[in-house]
């Protein structure tokens, strides 16, 4: 995610830090070097202007140059103007207690009908609604088998009538069926066009009218850089966006879209979404997207995702076995499963500035397989006393799961470091553990 991006401002920010004092020279050369980084990623030029008349006027104040660390006061100046310009009001979903309407949009390929199924499935875990896909994309084949599969695959209600022609006449029958089945919240997943054209406008303005949707979301594929924003301009005009989720955000993207189309349109962007997953969707935070686009540590978005993948419970019992000194190697597997939850590894790694320097190695998913299957090779004695388990037993387990006897020996010194470690953490306090629950 802006991998291009977040390169151009770690080498600029470590060329900035790396002075004891700044001239003007020095912020100068890296404001224009601010702009050159946002161009190259296909951030709109007069959105660029904007942003770095902002910096400039600040970072030129005194503020900076007294500062005991001027590169890394002008290094915040620029996060809080970025943080500032991503913000939005009206960010929050509009979503009734009773019946509302979601409306998504945008052109064809953008993910419209993924990005559906993903926010049905957010809206249901989340808020505990009862949503309806409705497929309205007549005009794509397979558009309405692909709505019914990811429908079907995450248990969430849907609506489509592959024999019809008219889109208009589907709507209203799905809105039927939503009182029928008595859904609390209907998505509609529109036709999408390569470019767009008038006949998509007058489709769209008519299903608005007739469904008075309560969003209109733009959906705008984050790859596709000033292609993305000049096409949300356009719906804006005909169809009044109410907001804009950008999808596709995986990729190496130059963050274009992420910084252009919220300044051009007007509209907040309310979600992202990344990844084949139906859990890979996100609130757009505008502190937490800025680190990421700048290269800094994104807590917030670590802790964020930390407290939907962990089961709670689960971690405080783990909590309280530290502080007795009761864990073992039952607990080191519990915690192993939830790092996969979280999407292992790799996914982490997007908020960790610098990842890109660990090696494939370091950062190896397979590792969290070999290491369950090892403690799984394990009997249940050994599991809660490591400590018995000697050389002979350690041949057994390596045997019983097809790993070598230096992995196994490996894993029984982690887990042993890392004893040591919460013992060192318990005596200065459960305060310093990174998800307290107290």
Same mark, same amino acid.
């Given at each position: 995610?802006?991998?291009?991006? !977040? ?7 470590? %060329? ?28 709109? #030029?007069?959105? /660029? +202007?904007?942003?770095?008349?902002? /910096? ?15 590169? !890394? ?34 052109? !064809? ?17 989340? #808020? ?35 024999? &019809? ?10 809105? =039927? ?125 670590? =802790? ?27 607990? #080191?597997?519990?915690?192993? /499963? ?12 997007? #908020?960790?500035? +610098? ?16 290491? %369950? ?30 790993? &070598? ?11 042993? !470091? ?9 005596? %200065? ?10």
């Amino acid at each position: 995610m802006f991998g291009q991006l !977040q390169d151009r401002f770690t080498k600029i920010f470590k %060329t900035i830090k790396g002075h004891g004092k700044i001239s003007e020279k020095n912020v100068s050369d890296a404001i224009r070097e601010i702009r050159v980084a946002l161009l190259e990623s296909d951030v709109n #030029f007069k959105v /660029v +202007g904007s942003f770095i008349e902002r /910096v400039k006027t600040k970072a030129t104040g005194l503020e900076v140059f007294d500062s005991i660390t001027p590169g !890394q006061q002008f290094v915040k100046i620029v996060l809080d103007e970025m943080i500032d310009f991503l913000s939005s009001e009206n960010s929050e979903l509009k979503i009734k207690h009773s019946n509302s309407v979601i409306l998504l949009a945008g052109l !064809q390929g953008s993910g419209k009908t993924t990005t559906a199924a993903k926010i049905a499935s957010f809206l249901k875990r989340e #808020f505990n609604k009862k949503p309806l896909l409705v497929g309205l994309d007549l005009q794509r084949p397979g558009a309405m088998d692909q709505l019914k599969t990811l429908a079907q695959k995450n248990q969430i209600d849907f609506y489509i009538e592959k024999q &019809s022609k008219d889109c208009i006449e589907v709507l209203k029958n799905s809105l =039927v069926y939503a009182k029928e089945i008595k859904s609390n919240l209907v998505i509609l997943d529109t036709a999408g066009r390569l470019h767009i054209d008038d006949f998509l406008i007058k489709e769209l303005k008519e299903i608005i009218s007739i469904s008075n949707p309560d969003e209109i979301l733009y959906i705008s594929d984050g790859m596709t850089g000033q292609d993305a924003v000049n096409s949300s301009k356009v719906f804006m005009e005909n169809c009044s966006l109410t907001g804009c989720i950008l999808t596709k955000m995986d990729g190496d993207s130059g963050g274009g879209a992420a910084l252009s189309i919220k300044e051009v349109t007007g509209v907040p962007i309310k979600y992202i979404t990344y990844g084949e997953d139906i859990l890979d969707i996100e609130k757009f935070n505008p502190d937490s997207i800025s680190r990421r686009i700048l290269g800094l540590s994104d807590i917030l978005g670590l =802790v964020e995702k930390a407290q939907k993948s962990f089961d709670q419970s689960k971690l405080k019992d783990i909590q309280d076995k530290l502080i007795k000194d009761e864990f073992d190697l039952n607990d #080191f597997k519990t915690q192993l /499963v939830q790092m996969e939850n979280m999407g292992g590894m790799k996914d982490l790694m997007k #908020f960790i500035p +610098g990842a890109k320097k660990f090696s494939k190695a370091d950062i190896d998913d397979n590792k969290i397989k070999w290491i %369950t299957a090892i403690i799984n090779s394990m009997t249940k004695l050994e599991r809660l006393k490591p400590e018995i388990i000697n050389g002979e037993r350690r041949k057994r387990i390596a045997k019983g799961c097809g790993r &070598s006897l230096q992995e196994v020996n490996q894993l029984l010194k982690q887990f042993n !470091q890392m004893k040591v470690m919460m013992k060192k953490m318990k005596k %200065t306090g459960m305060n310093k553990f990174p998800f307290n629950l107290r």
